[in-house]
């Protein structure tokens, strides 16, 4: 139905302790990306899946962080131990698998203390 | 590597004036590009394609593979266009570049 759905829209958490973020694509995109926006580094990519895939993980910044998309559909990324430098919005899009123009979420916005 | 750089983080100029947002891209195949863009308190959304070589709210990006570049313009700003610009490359994935806020002055 909708566009790109993403929850929490806000997530305030401590140092050290772990948090998810889910993502809803639009129903039918098999391509699905995590990307990361923060004031002065633009819009930085995560990780990318497409379709039954592996996923290309090449700009997660650390072992902490984490993806799955469970039956192509829903994503979550999990960070890990969280740091104060992980606070960034932290934005899904979808594509179909015909390719065009990427629908983005409107983001999760993460701080952490 | 694929890489996009956008050299001007800020750029402000007057309603009526020409505009343009520079955008370079690094990569050895034939590239996608495309410029997204950013409204205050909306999503991200595509703004044009280099592919379908069309104007967008006025605005045209024409992709010069000599100078690798990809440069958005406008002849005449508006205030609504007062926004964060994105240009982005696709070959197996999408990636961006840093951005472009751009200020259009009354």
């Known amino acids: 139905g909708a566009g790109v759905s993403q929850s929490p829209s806000n997530k305030v958490t401590e140092k050290g302790k772990d948090v998810e973020l889910r993502c809803d694509p639009i129903s039918g995109h098999t391509a699905l990306y995590w990307y990361r926006q923060s004031l002065g580094q633009g819009l930085e990519f995560l990780i990318y899946f497409q379709g039954n895939s592996a996923p290309d993980k090449s700009g997660l910044p650390s072992d902490r962080f984490s993806a799955e998309r469970t039956g192509g559909s829903v994503s979550t990324l999990t960070i890990q131990r969280t740091q104060q430098e992980d606070s960034a919005v932290y934005l899904c899009?979808?594509?179909?698998?015909?390719?065009?123009?990427?629908?983005f979420g409107e983001g999760s916005r993460l701080t952490v203390l | 590597a694929q890489r996009v750089t956008q050299p001007e983080k800020l750029l402000s100029v007057f309603k009526g004036a020409p505009v343009e947002l520079k955008c370079n891209y690094s990569?050895?195949?034939?590239?996608?590009l495309f410029w997204y863009v950013q409204y205050s308190r909306q999503r991200l959304q595509l703004l044009l394609r280099h592919i379908s070589r069309e104007s967008i709210k006025g605005f045209t990006a024409d992709l010069n593979k000599g100078e690798t570049s990809f440069h958005l313009k406008k002849p005449f700003a508006q205030e609504e266009d007062s926004a964060m610009y994105y240009c982005?490359?696709?070959?197996?994935?999408?990636?961006f570049g840093p951005g472009t806020s751009l200020s259009v002055i009354p």
């Open positions: 899009a979808s594509r179909h698998r015909l390719g065009g123009e990427l629908f």
């Open positions: 982005a490359l696709k070959h197996d994935k999408v990636i």
């Open positions: 990569y050895s195949g034939s590239p996608e």
